[in-house]
């Protein structure tokens, strides 16, 4: 079974420009989560949705981070315009929805911004 | 609110020695806990959960860890560490499951020969 597909693995932009990130959850998956990891700290939710809609959006700076999960299924993290403090790797997770079920992690992308 | 301090960010130990990744946790209410294991380049894997059964709990690889709550502490322990343990360990709190995770900032182990 394919797990959390994530991409770009890797992406270095220059500061003020926008950036994407995309991610495939586990087929069957209604729940989809995107944390972000700061070097040396552990990762930290910025959004959760049930389906399409985001349940949980508490943690996203929304001045300048967007996200999406058209028909339920594939995401995009959308930064824009970049600053240096959004340098991070970012994650998404899924699961069945219902708060028992593990989460699931993709492998990330790593965001430099110079 | 809750939180989670992993008290040593490296422990190093010898192949087939035994090993101890300390948390302790905060929380209002009742917590499930977590502990995750990232190597490189590999995404975040449960290694084991504690959510009001048995204190007790055992993970994959060899993993368990203990839930005491008059301690307010979940370390995790091996008896035996092999070189493939080798990575970054987060402790993790949750009040709702798996929906809204609260990590800790790591504890690195290393495995030597």
């Known amino acids: 079974e394919a797990g959390v597909v994530q991409s770009p693995r890797y992406k270095i932009i220059e500061k003020k420009q926008p950036v994407a990130f995309w991610c495939n959850p586990i087929?069957?998956?209604?729940?989809l989560y995107w944390y972000r990891q700061n070097l040396g700290q552990g990762p930290e939710l910025l959004i959760r949705y049930e389906n399409e809609e985001a349940v949980d959006d508490s943690q996203l700076p929304k001045d300048r981070f967007s996200a999406e999960r058209l028909k339920g299924v594939d995401s995009t993290l959308k930064i824009q315009p970049a600053e240096l403090g959004d340098s991070a790797v970012y994650l998404c997770?899924?699961?069945?929805?219902?708060?028992?079920?593990?989460?699931?992690f993709g492998q990330g992308t790593r965001l430099t911004v110079v | 609110a809750q939180s989670v301090t992993q008290l040593d960010s490296h422990v190093s130990v010898s192949e087939g020695t035994p090993v101890l990744l300390r948390c302790n946790y905060s929380?209002?209410?009742?917590?499930?806990l977590f502990w995750y294991v990232q190597h490189p380049n590999k995404g975040l894997q449960l290694l084991l959960k504690y959510t009001s059964a048995a204190t007790l709990v055992k993970g994959i690889n060899g993993f368990e860890a203990e839930f005491k709550k008059s301690e307010t502490s979940f370390h995790l322990t091996k008896p035996s560490a092999h070189m493939s343990d080798a990575a970054e360990y987060f402790c993790v709190v949750s009040n709702t499951g798996f929906q809204k995770l609260v990590f800790g900032t790591g504890t690195r182990l290393l495995v030597s020969p």
């Open positions: 997770a899924s699961s069945v929805t219902d708060g028992d079920f593990e989460a699931f």
């Open positions: 087929s069957g998956h209604n729940t």
């Open positions: 929380s209002s209410y009742s917590p499930s």
